[in-house]
């Protein structure tokens, strides 16, 4: 017989596979790059990291001969996402994972969200690398990718049924969760979409421009690369979103017509 009395909350942790499945991957190459030689781990670096003296000579001049050939060159532009400075960097990054990814994920799907979140990190790295031409520098983590999931998230969680409702739902199907995307200026009218966007610029800008991280170390941060996965995840999110549109436009859940799509 069963439990008339057992609940019906969903469990406080139930993130998707796809997102469980990124941050087990980024813990476990960083575990793997822990246990290697250091002269190995610098290797891992060198080939993998994200460098722009690969894509442009130094101010000097100087070509940097970086290992790898094109095929690395290219690679970098998504290896880097999967290296981290420290467990610190590491951490912090897949907390927002799980934040930001989680809404995300659920609307998009795996492979949709997969597409999403390289493409993010792929033009954050992009934007630095342009940015700081010819540096000899090395930049890992996943920052960029995890901030094109901000910029996407900021495209509809404060619709109707939004922002907590589509994290609880494990349907995106199910009631409550919100079934339109805002245009880039509906969600830019948005006093809330803009409160968002402004603290995390300001943020970005503080801890980027300054160097110091949330421990009260200065690190160098590629606060660039953050920038602009965001925008890539804020202006290229309707691109990937599966879910159907109101032929009137409108950003809600109902009251706007019959729903047109796949």
């Known amino acids: 017989m069963a439990d008339l009395n057992q609940s019906t909350e969903p469990p406080a942790f139930n993130a998707p596979a796809v997102i469980l499945g990124l941050v087990g991957a980024l813990f476990g190459i960083h575990l793997i790059a822990n246990f290697m030689d250091p002269a190995e781990a610098n290797r891992l670096i060198a080939y993998f990291a994200l ?3 690969r894509y442009a000579p130094l101010e000097t001049g100087e070509i940097v001969p970086l290992p790898g050939g094109l095929l690395v060159d290219l690679a970098g532009f ?8 420290d467990w610190g960097h590491l951490i912090f990054n897949s907390i927002w994972l799980l ?5 995300v994920a659920r609307r998009f799907g795996t492979v949709r969200f997969l597409l999403f979140f390289l493409v993010c990190g792929i033009i954050g790295g992009l934007t630095h690398v342009i940015i700081h031409a010819g540096e000899l520098v090395f930049v890992v983590g996943a920052s960029g990718a995890v901030s094109g999931l901000m910029g996407g ?25 919100p079934r ?18 402004g603290v995390w610029l300001g943020l970005n800008l503080l801890f980027g421009l300054s160097g110091i991280s949330l421990s009260g170390e200065t690190v160098s941060i590629a606060w660039e690369a953050h920038l602009g996965g965001f925008a890539a995840g804020l202006l290229l999110f309707g691109l990937f979103d599966p879910m159907k549109q109101s032929p009137s436009g409108g950003p809600g859940n109902v009251g706007y017509g ?5």
């Open 99 to 103: 934040a930001f990814g989680t809404p």
């Open 51 to 53: 460098s722009p003296a």
């Open 78 to 85: 998504v290896t880097h996402i999967f290296l981290h400075a």
């Open 180 to 197: 339109a995307q805002a245009t880039i200026v509906q969600a830019l009218s948005d006093r809330r979409t803009l409160l968002f966007v």
């Open 153 to 177: 998230a900021a495209r509809f969680v404060f619709l109707a049924g939004g922002p907590l409702g589509l994290i609880a739902a494990r349907d995106p199907s199910l009631p409550g969760a």
């Open 258 to 262: 019959e729903w047109r799509g796949d």
